[in-house]
């Protein structure tokens, strides 16, 4: 084949990857569609495709229960599965219990403590074991994204602050936690 030719092949291939991945991203795209694009070899196009909230929650779970594989490319799958949305609660509960990878349980413990601090129906125990358990589970990778996550978790109406002063393990009364009580204290007092 000549070069000339092959340099538009190669050039083609990858505008028609970047127009696949910007369908995989765009939210108006149909389940259907998101379904084929998640099953695509090529990784950028069905990772985008595991981040869109309208991809059927079936999917999601099929791709959990086939990528599961520690490190490499099953574990960043299952890290951007576990971030999505449409994925139930009680299989992000499952990870966070069964998943082989510690880098994926956390990522599901995160999700699960950002979900939940959004939600108007959350129960103040379920608010305070996320928010507990994030404090157990420090991680480096994830430490951002922690942080966001406890610091949602305790703006929650619901959220049972009272634990917070009264318990007595230091970690659950870590610096950051007591800062932002002490905030909202000072406000509320003015």
């Known amino acids: 084949m000549e070069e000339k030719l092959t340099k538009r092949l190669i050039k083609l291939a990858e505008l028609i990857s970047q127009v ?3 369908a995989a991203a765009d939210p108006r795209t149909d389940s259907k569609s998101l379904r084929e694009l998640a099953q695509l070899p090529d990784r950028a196009v069905s990772m985008t495709a ?33 971030y999505n949305p449409a994925l139930p609660l009680k299989t992000l509960k499952r990870i966070i219990e069964t998943d082989s990878s ?8 995160t999700a ?9 129906s959350a129960a103040p125990e379920e608010l305070w074991k996320a928010y507990a358990t994030l404090f157990e589970r420090p991680t480096v990778s994830r430490g951002k994204r922690q942080q966001a996550a406890k610091a949602a978790l305790l703006k929650h109406p619901k959220f049972p602050k009272h634990k917070i002063k009264r318990s007595s393990p230091q970690s659950v009364r870590a610096p950051v936690g007591m800062r932002l ?10």
């Open 112 to 120: 699960l403590a950002m979900r939940l601090s959004k939600s108007p």
């Open 50 to 82: 595991t981040l869109n909230p309208n991809i059927p929650k079936g999917v999601l779970e099929r791709i959990l229960d086939r990528h599961v594989g520690t490190g490499g490319e099953d574990e960043q799958l299952r890290v951007h599965v576990v």
């Open 102 to 109: 510690g880098e994926v349980r956390e990522a599901a413990l």
């Open 181 to 190: 009580l002490e905030r909202g204290a000072e406000r509320q007092g003015r």
């Open 20 to 22: 696949l991945e910007e």
